[in-house]
T-cell receptor
Framework: ETGVTQSPTHLIKTRGQQVTLRCSSQ?????VSWYQQALGQGPQFIFQ???????GRGNFPPRFSGLQFPNYSSELNVNALELDDSALYLC??????????????FGEGSRLTVL | AQTVTQSQPEMSVQEAETVTLSCTYD???????LFWYKQPPSRQMILVIR??????QNATENRFSVNFQKAAKSFSLKISDSQLGDAAMYFC?????????????FGSGTQLTVLP
């Protein structure tokens, strides 16, 4: 059973550029969430995808968008990058959006630096 | 909106000793889960322990246990017989049982150092 994998692990962009981060969910998991973790802070919920549709969103502007594919992998896209977008982006998956166990399985994150 | 507060940015403990990490939260809901996650330098969040709000009994997982005080909205983590591998950032998190996403709300974390 493979865990949650994310790519790339590190990347550097300049302000105004666009970035795409990728996530493969754990085997058998159809629900993927994305979190932003700024340096020295706890993760903040960006959005969640279930069966290829967004079914929840945190307080992030529309330039943060996502996709989920039929194999349940997911992408996070950020347009018009700002300096404050520099953060660790965590992907997490679970077996369903309403599971009562509440357990998420996290990847190791993608560290984005915006210059 | 729910908030989670961890008032101890850093804690240290001697190997084999016991340490308690504090967490308070604010919510008007009655049905929710609480979690402690560990984030080592590898950056991967690892679930340590979970507590259902409707259960009065405190959760225990081996050396890890919680003190859940629902009326006080307090959820502390006790680590017994601390080991060097316990050194990490610890996050307290809240999950509502309403809404479609059931997302986690995290505190700001406590950096735990284990001294040999």
């Amino acid at each position: 059973e493979t865990g949650v994998t994310q790519s790339p692990t590190h990347l550097i962009k300049t302000r105004g550029q666009q970035v795409t981060l990728r996530c493969s969910s754990q085997s058998g998991h159809n629900t993927v969430s994305w979190y932003q973790q700024a340096l020295g802070q706890g993760p903040q919920f960006i959005f969640q995808y279930y069966r290829e549709e967004e079914n929840g969103r945190g307080n992030f502007p529309p330039r943060f968008s996502g996709l989920q594919f039929p194999n349940y992998s997911s992408e996070l896209n950020v347009n018009a990058l700002e300096l404050d977008d520099s953060a660790l982006y965590l992907c997490a998956s679970r077996s369903g959006p309403y599971t009562n166990t509440g357990e998420l399985f996290f990847g190791e994150g993608s560290r984005l630096t915006v210059l | 909106a729910q908030t989670v507060t961890q008032s101890q940015p850093e804690m240290s403990v001697q190997e084999a000793e016991t340490v308690t990490l504090s967490c308070t939260y604010d919510t008007s809901e009655s049905d929710y889960y609480l979690f402690w996650y560990k984030q080592p330098p590898s950056r991967q969040m690892i679930l340590v322990i979970r507590q259902e709000a409707y259960k009065q009994q405190n959760a225990t997982e081996n050396r890890f246990s919680v003190n859940f005080q629902k009326a006080a909205k307090s959820f502390s983590l006790k680590i017994s017989d601390s080991q060097l591998g316990d050194a990490a950032m610890y996050f307290c998190a809240y999950r509502s049982e309403t809404g479609s996403a059931r997302q986690l709300t995290f505190g700001s974390g406590t950096q735990l150092t284990v001294l040999p």
